[in-house]
């Protein structure tokens, strides 16, 4: 009879602890589903014209759409580094964040993403300090990324130190993407193609 009451006894204990484990199973699954809800949507596309664009934040990982891929990998492989003006960027990198304005529907952002992805990565730029975003072709997102940025050309590529904007490559650059981040991070005087 005792042997009888102890595996009953075993059988509710472990019955219990089922319940508690499926409980906090459900409890886990439903606060990775809330944290999932609530992250920032990367690489979200809209429809445009006969494709669709990217809009909003954006990382590398979006260039590699169907609808991006080719004018991406294109520039990318077949643009060539000033590999003089790379190894004086790559130390005034270290500290630097960058914030990179650009439209997968602009043929200036096809050409010049490209070629800055690969000057970054030739000079092992650390990517998490780099905010992609990507504009409709009003400049705007839906989330309001562009408020307060003055961004009225595409690509626009502002450069910061401590959180303070050192200055911007707006839409091409005035003699090399190499040459302009070189003047921006040096502190050397530097306009952009719309500076007035």
């Not at 790379?86 to 960058?98: G, R, S």
């Not at 408020?147 to 595409?154: R, S």
Request: aromatic share 10%; net charge negative; proline share 3%.
């Amino acid at each position: 009879m005792k042997k009888i009451i102890l595996i009953i006894a075993i059988i509710g204990l472990s019955a219990c602890n089922s319940s508690k484990e499926k409980n906090k199973i459900d409890e886990n699954t439903s606060k990775e589903m809330i944290s999932e809800n609530n992250k920032e949507k990367i690489n979200d596309t809209v429809p445009y014209e006969d494709s669709v664009m990217l809009l909003g934040k954006a990382n590398r990982k979006g260039f590699q759409m169907d609808a991006f891929k080719n004018w991406f990998n294109t520039g990318y492989e077949n643009y060539k580094v000033d590999s003089e003006s790379l190894e004086k960027l790559k130390p005034l990198l270290k500290d630097a964040t960058i914030t990179v304005f650009m439209g997968t529907w602009c043929e200036d952002s096809q050409r010049e993403t490209p070629h800055f992805y690969k000057i970054l990565d030739e000079a092992n730029f650390d990517e998490s300090k780099l905010t992609l975003i990507t504009v409709s072709d009003e400049k705007t997102t839906p989330q309001g990324f562009e408020e307060g940025k003055n961004i009225t050309n595409v690509p626009t590529l502002i450069f910061y130190k401590n959180d303070k904007e050192l200055g911007r490559i707006v839409e091409y650059p005035i003699e090399s993407l190499e040459k302009d981040m070189l003047a921006i991070l040096s502190g050397k005087e530097y306009k952009h193609a719309y500076a007035e």
